[in-house]
């Protein structure tokens, strides 16, 4: 009776072992790629849609502000808006913490951006529309 046996010889487990590994190599490092992607895409997005917040939340309280209160032309970090409202004259905007907050008369200060992200700066600059209302 004649039998024969084929095995893997030493060297061709270690070929496959090594075929193996640069393929597992290469996946790994398209999904850490892919992920990196994903983390880059949702830290944008998240800046965007609370700067599109943010911006909306100014223009609003200017709209309805009865005086901007900063000097024209000149950057500045705090917004001082006067209100018709007095619960809510007047309204500071500033940056502290790494955050925006606001403030609207007496009342607590809120926080206009999330601990998911970091406001390095904040500027507003008054522009001046005589007859109209002014815009920052």
């Known amino acids: 009776m004649n ?37 880059s895409e949702t830290s944008g997005a998240e800046v965007t849609m609370q700067l599109n ?17 900063i000097e024209a032309g000149t950057a500045t ?25 606001l403030q609207e008369g007496s009342s607590a200060t809120t926080t206009l951006t999330s601990d998911r992200v970091v406001v390095n700066t904040l500027s507003f600059k008054k522009f001046t529309q005589y007859p109209g209302h002014d815009t920052v």
């Open 3 to 39: 039998k024969n046996h084929k095995a893997f010889s030493l060297i061709e487990l270690l070929l496959y072992m090594a075929i193996f590994v640069t393929a597992a190599g290469i996946f790994t490092a398209i999904l850490v790629n892919v992920l990196k992607i994903n983390i």
């Open 53 to 69: 917040s943010v911006m909306q939340t100014i223009n609003r309280l200017v709209k309805e502000s009865s005086n901007i209160e």
């Open 77 to 101: 970090s705090t917004l001082k808006l006067r209100m018709k409202d007095s619960a809510k004259d007047p309204t500071y905007i500033t940056l502290a913490s790494n955050a925006i907050k």
